[in-house]
């Protein structure tokens, strides 16, 4: 007889997943409305040690092959699904529930029941994702190819950049996304932000992460939906991405919180305003952290095309660089630079000691002599 999972702790519920990471705790239960949780978001919720995942909505439904689910299985977090909206109204945050199986519990009432979604579950699921995908890169392609057209005053224009007080012209620039492994790729390349000492970039919530890690953060850029007040009052600029049309919402945040801010309409994601004003302001390198860049990241981010995307890579060129690429170099260089170092070391009583014969320094005075005269 199979033993019922039973699971007791603190619930904490909020609508976006992202905003909830932030006041998780270890063994907390997290309660969640993500359709197809992604790579991203699952990795926070790991980080932050829940036991449970209560999700209102199918988190996996085989449209395509999002990595989330199989994240939280991975690191043995329990998943129940489809419960339905209704939880969030009848539970209060911070109050102690149960999950008996596949049923939920707050103060001996029943709530709600879900699925337990198993590793074999999502094995069958996800074969029928991976069968699908052909279907979405079609489709995605013509979307993309379409958007395009719409959006290609981002390869044919220029933005409209207030003056800045950061100056980036002949500098390295280091932008920061909230994308997959954005914080693992960053701790790689710390050394490299110490010495070289690029001008910092968070896109939202990716600032959070450069403060976190002890980095002084010079511009925020984004629709500000995402990223820390602590984080923003600690920013030297803030730059709020508006529509096209100079409809601004993260303005009334900024606002409130009475920073001063500049504001730049743009088309696409404001992880494509970041690369564009790195590259008009004449950046030397762009080196890119948790970047978007292939078709599961924009699904995983509900987005139906990367046309935006494409065209400013397209635009930058060879300016940019993956800090996945930017690690292994980097360490190659401090290896080669370590190596010199103990030559030098090895080398130097060699040296010494050959100086010191005789013998030597009348051969080096020979050789000096006829270089002389040659």
């Excluded at 279907?135 to 044919?156: G, M, P, S, W, Y």
């Excluded at 800045?164 to 492994?181: D, M, P, S, Y």
């Excluded at 803030?238 to 009475?258: D, F, K, Q, T, W």
């Amino acid at each position: 007889m199979k033993r019922v999972p039973f699971i007791k702790g603190i619930v904490k519920k909020d609508l976006k997943t992202k905003t909830l990471c932030k006041r998780l705790h270890p063994g907390d239960i997290a309660l969640i409305d993500h359709p197809d949780l992604d790579e991203v978001a699952a990795q926070e919720l790991a980080e932050r040690g829940v036991k449970a995942v209560i999700n209102a909505c199918n988190i996996f439904s085989g449209d395509y092959p999002a990595q989330g689910t199989k994240i939280l299985l991975e690191e043995d977090i329990f998943i129940i699904d489809n419960v339905g909206k209704e939880i969030f109204s009848q539970l209060v945050e911070g109050e102690i529930i149960t999950i008996a199986g596949n049923v939920i519990y707050a103060k001996r009432k029943k709530l709600a029941q879900g699925r337990i979604m198993k590793k074999e579950i999502l094995s069958d699921h996800m074969l029928r994702a991976e069968e699908n995908l052909n279907h979405k890169l079609d489709f995605f392609v013509q979307n993309t190819l379409n958007f395009a057209r719409k959006e290609k005053e981002l390869i044919l224009g220029k933005l409209n950049i207030p003056e800045l007080e950061t100056k980036i012209e002949g500098k390295h620039v280091l932008i920061v996304v909230r994308g997959k492994n954005y914080k693992k790729d960053l701790r790689a390349i710390s050394s490299y932000i110490k010495e070289v000492k690029p001008i910092l970039i968070g896109v939202d919530g990716g600032g959070d992460a450069l403060r976190e890690l002890g980095f002084h953060c010079q511009i925020i850029i984004g629709d500000m939906d995402s990223v820390e007040d602590a984080t923003l009052f600690k920013a030297e600029e803030i730059i709020v991405h508006a529509y096209p049309n100079g409809e601004a919402p993260g303005m009334s945040r900024i606002s409130r919180l009475g920073l001063p801010a500049k504001v730049i309409p743009a088309p696409g994601t404001s992880e494509d305003l970041a690369f564009l004003l790195a590259y008009e302001e004449k950046a030397a390198l762009i080196v890119a952290v948790g970047s978007h860049s292939h078709m599961l990241d924009f699904l995983e981010k509900g987005r139906k095309g990367m046309a935006s995307t494409f065209l400013v890579r397209l635009k930058i060129g060879a300016k940019l660089v993956d800090a996945k690429g930017l690690a292994h170099l980097y360490r190659g260089n401090f290896r080669w630079k370590s190596f010199s170092f103990l030559l030098a070391s090895a080398l130097f009583p060699i040296v010494v000691l050959a100086t010191l014969s005789p013998l030597v320094r009348h051969l080096l005075y020979l050789f000096f002599w006829k270089m002389r005269f040659h």
